[in-house]
T-cell receptor, first 114, second 112 residues
């Protein structure tokens, strides 16, 4: 079945460590997104990519980095510079590179910093 | 910048009561989308509205897009326990192609 796969589902990290969250889609979608969700905060955009080898910062990009070397993959690295990394991270994709069409979400990765 | 405001943040209802969540944008939207996130789950697309004054129904859910395309609402008639979750509205980012701005969501609790 087509869809978006995020891994790992749960991740624990010590302070000062970088961690990379995986996001893979087999929907042949051009656009991919990373959102962060905290209780009562809704979904905040970290980075998004409209096409391979190109990506843009969202509203809360500080302390995060991404790459888009392949159409199917959009990994997110949470660096040690991110002050409060404990959160639920959601990856999404959309077929069109325009301002319409639904977002398809992965099941999310829950990161806890110990 | 673009903002999508959503109220209320929380709503607790008795099963069988109606529920409404409202979404307002600071700018005119070309379209608006609604998503539902069950507890512990991920957001799932419900619907997209495009036309001014548009009204769409999905069983007990009624979605409206305002005449000025700056506000929208989701109304659930006779809520059921299966309606529990957080409902988000989302609008595109104007000239910023591809961006989608989400409201903070309305968390619905339904008591049996």
């Amino acid at each position: 079945d087509g869809g978006i796969t995020q891994s790992p589902k749960y991740l624990f990290r010590k302070e000062g460590q970088n961690v990379t969250l995986s996001c893979e889609q087999n929907l042949n979608h051009d656009a991919m997104y990373w959102y962060r969700q905290d209780p009562g905060q809704g979904l905040r955009l970290i980075y998004y990519s409209q096409i391979v080898n190109d990506f843009q910062k969202g509203d809360i990009a500080e302390g995060y980095s991404v790459s888009r070397e392949k159409k199917e993959s959009f990994p997110l690295t949470v660096t040690s510079a991110q002050k409060n990394p404990t959160a639920f991270y959601l990856c999404a994709s959309r077929g069109q590179r325009v301002n319409t069409g639904e977002l398809f979400f992965g099941e999310g990765s829950r990161l806890t910093v110990l | 910048g673009q903002q999508v405001m959503q109220i209320p943040q929380y709503q607790h209802v008795q099963e069988g009561e109606d529920f409404t969540t409202y979404c307002n944008s600071s700018t005119t939207l070309s379209n608006i989308q609604w998503y539902k996130q069950r507890p512990g789950g991920h957001p799932v697309f419900l619907i997209q509205l495009v036309k001014s004054g548009e009204v769409k129904k999905q069983k007990r859910l009624t979605f409206q897009f305002g005449e000025a395309k700056k506000n929208s609402s989701l109304h659930i008639t006779a809520t059921q326990t299966t309606d529990v979750g957080t409902y988000f509205c989302a609008g595109p980012g104007g000239s910023t192609l591809g961006r989608l701005y989400f409201g903070r969501g309305t968390q619905l609790t339904v008591w049996p």
